[in-house]
């Protein structure tokens, strides 16, 4: 088992994920089982499929449906470790993600998942949680999002996780135009054990699209402003969301399984 710590120059930032490749998957409860025991946000599980690769990913409490950091943090692993030097399919719940090598550093290719509007009840309750009087709220499959007024807002923003978890399975993002980046944004999942994640993929698969309309642009860099933080090159691509990313190895490991 690895342990990588992804969107990031070096170790001690990013966000940290565990990865594990497989010859074939193990249980479903064993694999939950050392999720829980990594306490990391994501531990993701990868299998050879011909020619590519079968990939899941799970919290420390559930499997989930999409994963950016841990995706790359994979493609670090079989980069370096396992000598895979060509481009890289994933196949998972939300489709097939790509990863091709650039210089060092690592290109998702993620589906875009364009903003949906949000109900008026659930708007009511983010107005309670958010006092910092939200912009615009939105949503996709698998989480609520709002923009602030200003950075300083998001930045300054300290979550009720109790009121938040309430929203689980959906997590809450909050995020507004930047000062020296594009946007920047954090995101909440105390529902998922994560009460903050560090530096997330996913989220950016919908926030790309609602700023790149916002900012009538295309190419965009994100800072995810979490205590470890972390900088992503963003591009929309038609359907597509491309991120790139560096990804250091922080550990090494053997574990041991019950008989």
């Not at 939950?32 to 994501?42: D, H």
């Not at 590519?52 to 799970?58: T, V, Y």
């Not at 090598?101 to 949000?118: E, I, M, S, T």
């Not at 930045?155 to 930047?178: N, Q, Y």
Request: proline share 6%.
């Amino acid at each position: 088992m690895y342990q990588v710590d992804a969107f990031a120059e070096r170790a001690f930032q990013g966000n940290p994920a565990a990865v594990l490749i497989l010859q074939d998957w193990l249980a479903d409860d064993v694999m939950q089982a050392i999720a829980n025991e990594n306490n990391l946000a994501e531990t993701a599980f990868a299998r050879r499929n011909g020619k590519g690769w079968d990939l899941r990913w799970f919290t420390p409490v559930h499997e989930v449906d999409f994963c950016g950091r841990a995706t790359l943090a994979t493609a670090h692993v079989l980069a370096s470790e396992h000598n895979v030097a060509d481009d890289m399919a994933f196949a998972t719940r939300v489709g097939e993600l790509r990863v091709s090598q650039r210089q060092g550093a690592y290109q998702l290719d993620l589906p875009c998942f364009p903003p949906q509007p949000v109900d008026g009840e659930t708007m009511l309750a983010l107005r309670e949680i958010l006092s910092r009087h939200p912009v615009v709220g939105f949503r996709n499959f698998e989480n609520l999002f709002v923009e602030l007024a200003d950075e300083a807002s998001v930045r300054s923003f300290v979550p009720d996780l109790l009121r938040i978890g309430a929203f689980h399975p959906l997590g809450l993002v909050i995020t507004a135009r930047g000062q020296t980046h594009d946007f920047v944004s954090r995101y909440f999942v105390p529902g998922a054990g994560i009460p903050e994640d560090p530096v997330t993929g996913s989220i950016h698969a919908t926030l790309v699209p609602f700023w790149a309309e916002k900012l009538g642009k295309t190419r965009l860099s994100a800072f995810q402003c979490s205590p470890r933080g972390g900088h992503l090159l963003c591009d929309l691509a038609g359907d597509r969301v491309l991120i790139l990313g560096r990804a250091k190895t922080f550990m090494k490991a053997e574990i041991y399984l019950p008989e």
